[in-house]
């Protein structure tokens, strides 16, 4: 069973920083192939995906994460993070540490199989 547990969140002001930490299962990157990513959902609003890294560590970013936020994965640590730096207060969502094992469209929420609980990021203006 693939458990994935994030933390790190917390409530920052504007241009603040926070790190998002992802424990994920040993068994997770023994996959040939396959994406992790942090997630964020908003209320009222669809779960988007925010950052992602894949087998080969490439990394993609949503649109709006491009140059404040990073993704990055330690395996020897078994944890994926998120870095987000210059943060706004529409920043403010649950977020979710999540995998698949299959690579290839590692922003897209509906193809993610495995979800952590989720932390709260919360920014103030």
């Known amino acids: 069973q693939v458990q994935l547990v994030e933390s790190g969140g917390g409530s920052v002001q504007a241009g603040g920083s926070l790190r998002l930490a992802c424990e994920y299962s040993?068994?997770?990157?023994?996959?040939?192939?396959?994406?992790m990513g942090w997630f964020r959902q908003a209320p009222g609003e669809e779960r988007e995906g925010v950052a992602a890294?894949?087998?080969?560590?490439?990394?993609s970013y949503a649109d709006s994460a491009k140059g404040r936020f990073t993704i990055s994965k330690d395996n020897a640590k078994n944890t994926l993070y998120l870095q987000m730096n210059s943060l706004k207060p529409e920043d403010t969502a649950m977020y979710y540490c999540?995998?698949?094992?299959?690579?290839?469209?590692?922003?897209?929420?509906?193809?993610?199989?495995?979800w952590g609980q989720g932390t709260q990021v919360t920014v103030s203006s």
């Open positions: 999540a995998a698949k094992f299959r690579s290839g469209l590692c922003l897209r929420a509906q193809l993610y199989n495995y």
């Open positions: 040993e068994y997770t990157y023994t996959y040939s192939g396959y994406c």
């Open positions: 890294i894949d087998s080969n560590g490439i990394t």
